[in-house]
């Protein structure tokens, strides 16, 4: 089992017409099942979103990719223990291809780059309100892209949970 969020290159098969992919299969080194498949769609670049987690029985593993134009990705360890609080963190596009698995027990969010961002999580339990939290995406350390005053972040996020209060 997988212990730590990594970055998967999705192999392509390009010709003339496109390409053709294969993001997600059975030999992945990870213990992962698809339950759900979630969208989200950002119009403006340096919208952020997150950090987001569900609590107790119902938390989940992501596996997390862009369809269309670029996010700055990132996972922060909620696990108690000497990890506790590291952040990992990794930009995904359409053109890199490149997708996140996240563990179980791990904070999730993302900063658009581009306008017009459409990314993917397929996680591996379903959605439960009463276990969704947040922890305050500047709390963590976190170095984020951009200036602060350029972010868009609803309320929800902005008054998220402190890190230092989850220890």
Known sequence: MNTKPMIIETQTFEDFR???????????????????INQGYSKKAFTLRGLHFQAGVHTQ???VSCLRGKIFNVAVDLRHGENFGYAYSAVLSFENKKQMYIPRGFAHGYLTLEDDTLMQ????SDFCAESAKCVKWDSCGIEWPGKETDY???DKDK????????Q
């Open 18 to 36: 496109g390409y053709l992919s294969v993001p997600y299969d059975s030999k992945v080194p990870f213990d992962f099942t698809i339950r759900q």
């Open 61 to 63: 593993a992501k596996l």
């Open 121 to 124: 999580w397929c996680v591996d």
């Open 152 to 154: 868009i972040i609803s």
């Open 159 to 166: 008054n998220g949970i402190k890190l230092i209060d989850l």
